[in-house]
């Protein structure tokens, strides 16, 4: 079964300092991954994703993310925060199988000014 | 391009109540999902519609609940009754090709959230 864990519930980071955000997985074939973010009263929007090829993958509004295949890890990141990054971040994964995208619990990203 | 639109925004009603959620899917998408989402967990699949046929409804948690997909556009997810465990955030999600595609990109609706009394 596949599985997404995000280990920190809560990030918080000084604007303009660099800021990571955790993910790791399980799966029982080829990885796909996504990170998807939700701002306030607003629904999830797509940052990125990993389906192969280079494992940096760059996205919307400044973000990257790494794909390690040893560890199994996915993680988010960000050379300068900015305040407005404050917002709650979801890791997902599927396999190339016909399985649905599973979710990890969220990890809320604080930036303070 | 509109996104994914879902109505109403919130929804509050009492245990053994019905209530309907709307989803209308970006155009030209014949994927639209379903998942909910309870107070600090994870966000979960319910069920995967290919324009109007149920493709995946393995998530369903009971016969409560009924998603339809009418014509392929849009869809409704009705509970009912109401139990105070269906209280969350139900998302809706649509993207151009099937889960047989997994590298597709779901692009979400701003969600409903649904509370039970």
């Known amino acids: 079964a596949q599985s997404v864990a995000q280990p920190e519930d809560q990030v918080n980071v000084a604007e303009g300092n660099p800021l990571t955000v955790k993910c790791t997985y399980s799966?029982?074939?080829?990885?796909?991954l996504f990170w998807y973010v939700q701002y306030p009263n607003r629904g999830l929007q797509f940052l990125l994703k990993y389906i192969t090829g280079d494992n940096l993958v760059k996205g919307s509004y400044g973000f990257e993310a790494e794909f390690n295949k040893s560890q199994t890890s996915f993680h988010l990141k960000k050379p300068s925060a900015l305040v407005s990054d404050s917002a709650l971040y979801f890791c997902a994964v599927r396999d190339s199988g016909n399985t649905p995208l599973v979710f990890g619990k969220g990890t809320r990203l604080s930036v303070i000014a | 391009e509109a996104g994914v639109t879902q109505f109403p925004s919130h929804s509050v009603i009492e245990k053994g109540q019905t209530v309907t959620l709307r989803c209308d899917p970006i155009s030209g998408h014949d994927n639209l999902y379903w998942y909910r989402r309870v107070m600090g967990k994870e966000i979960k699949f319910l069920l995967h519609?290919?324009?109007?046929?149920?493709?995946?409804e393995s998530g369903m948690p009971n016969n409560r609940f009924l998603a339809e997909r009418t014509g392929g556009t849009y869809s409704t997810l009705k509970v009912q009754p109401a139990e105070l465990e269906d209280s969350g955030v139900y998302f809706c999600a649509s993207s151009l090709r099937g889960l047989a595609a997994s590298t597709d990109t779901q692009y979400f609706g701003p969600g409903t959230r649904l509370t039970v009394l």
């Open positions: 799966v029982s074939g080829n990885p796909y």
């Open positions: 519609f290919v324009k109007e046929s149920k493709q995946d």
